[in-house]
């Protein structure tokens, strides 16, 4: 080798050395997060699908939270208190800024408050904040909330609040600041290519502290395999949505780690009691007959779930175990379904790449073989939700569902699901309407598990949907990420670090 090829060689071993430390820098400077879709909008008063939520959730901050173990502690309230059944004052930080260096007051928060609980906003979280009748501001730390009535899980929803600056929602409007948020959370926003990825940076005059990572990039990556793909091959750092059969591979892997936890969310079917063949009762209860919920847990959740009776886990308060579910009893769907005249009748199955196909699949098997002609109609993540929350004759007979309300309260799940008038219900029961409201007007806890009860007893037997099981989050990881799931799957990157 003569001199100056030896001196093309060290050149290129430079260049490699420098492109291979630029990249160790770049995996220690960026968390990469896979999720199975895309946010279907970044403004936190809006659609509150676990993608969008995961996602936001990083950009703002809540009124309240919660911690590792599940109590609720401040975030931006430092305290509060009951002045009595109907009215609460908050105490604000007064440390606090927003991305844009703007000071986070109580007028922020009063304007959040009212905002989400406008009807003209068409919030779809609006049923788990409807109880609130106004936010009105006492100082520039001071905020009251009144309610319409005693409510019990008011807390327990003022946990998923995101507070957004006043000044710059006017200022920009509705639309324009889903496309450009801006909050005072750990983490801003600085591109949102839709249906690819979202990336934030860190914004470091955050009052918390400076933010474990500069950079965090949230891509959409619908399909399965490639997201475990990509933390073996260290592409991303962390993956949401594991499949229980692939659980074993990331566990057992050299550079990666399984990461899981028993949630408050619970696996259900959703049935159309309005529309199609499903506004039959008797069919409806066929279809829960004709479920072997123990079976799918078994097969398809390999142990990373539990079968539940009813749309509720036990987490929840107003959770029951007393509640009977349905055996599976193939036959006695078949006598159902006949009974009803529905034989080979056809039910459209909602779904999208955010549910797992093979549950979808095994479910549609199981309805077929008692007599039903389950159709799978699969679009993208915002699609489906402007269907299902959409009117009853277009909302399909029946989808899969992952509920949880991060409320930790059957206020937040069955209220929302089915009471009648939401935009999730198709479905309409009056006493079962009394029951839920009557439960979240009354301070009594023991008096508001016994109304749960009978609401659940009503759902039993009207079959609106149906629990299937509790849903244990996996968590597909780097082992270099340090990091704790919890019950409310809170996907926080102020709680996470590169391990020492």
Known sequence: MNRTTRGLAFAAVAVMA????????QTKDTLTIDLPGEAATLDPHLQWNTESYTIYRNIFDNLLTRDASGEIVPQIATKWTYDDDTTLTFTIRDDVTFQDGSKLTAEDVAFSVNRIIDPALKSP?????????????????????????????????????????????????????NLKPLGSGPYKLT???????????????????????????????????TRIAD???????????????????????ADTQLLSAPTERVGYLYLNAQAGPTKDVRVRQAIAYAIDRQGLVDALLEG??????????????GYTAEVEGYPYDPDKAMELI?????????????????????????????????????????????????????????AGGMALGLWSCACQDADGIIFPLF????????????????????????????????????????LREDVPGIGLFQVYALYGASKKLEWQPTANEAMFVMDMSWKQ
């Open 18 to 25: 420098l492109v291979a430390t630029g990249a160790q820098a």
């Open 231 to 253: 933390l073996q091959t260290g592409k991303a750092d962390l993956a949401r949505e594991v499949p229980p059969d692939q659980a074993a591979s990331l566990q057992n892997g």
């Open 338 to 394: 006949k009974a009803a005249g529905a034989e080979g009748a056809t039910v459209e199955f909602l779904t999208s790449p955010s549910y797992n196909r093979a549950m979808v699949e095994a479910i549609q098997q199981m309805l077929s073989e008692v007599g039903l002609n389950v159709q799978i109609s699969s679009s993208d993540q915002a699609t489906f939700l402007k269907r299902r929350q959409g009117e009853a004759e277009n």
């Open 304 to 317: 990373y779930g539990k079968p539940v009776n009813i749309v509720g886990a036990e987490p929840v308060f």
């Open 191 to 225: 591109e949102w290519r839709k249906g690819v990825e979202t990336d934030l940076a860190a914004y470091d005059n955050y009052w918390r502290g400076k933010p474990p990572f500069p950079r965090v990039v949230f891509r959409a990556v619908p399909d399965v395999s």
């Open 419 to 458: 009471r009648s008038g939401g935009i999730w219900a198709k479905y309409e029961n009056s006493s079962y309407n009394a029951l839920v409201d009557e439960a979240r007007s009354i301070l009594d806890k023991d008096k508001r598990l016994a109304l749960y009860r009978q609401a659940y007893e009503i």
């Open 125 to 177: 979280q609006l049923s788990q904040f409807d109880q609130i009748r106004s936010a009105e501001v006492v100082d520039p730390t001071t905020v009251r909330l009144t309610t319409k009535t005693a409510y019990p899980a008011l807390l327990a929803q003022l946990v998923k609040l995101s507070i957004v600056p006043k000044s710059y929602v006017e200022k920009v409007g509705d639309q324009e600041f």
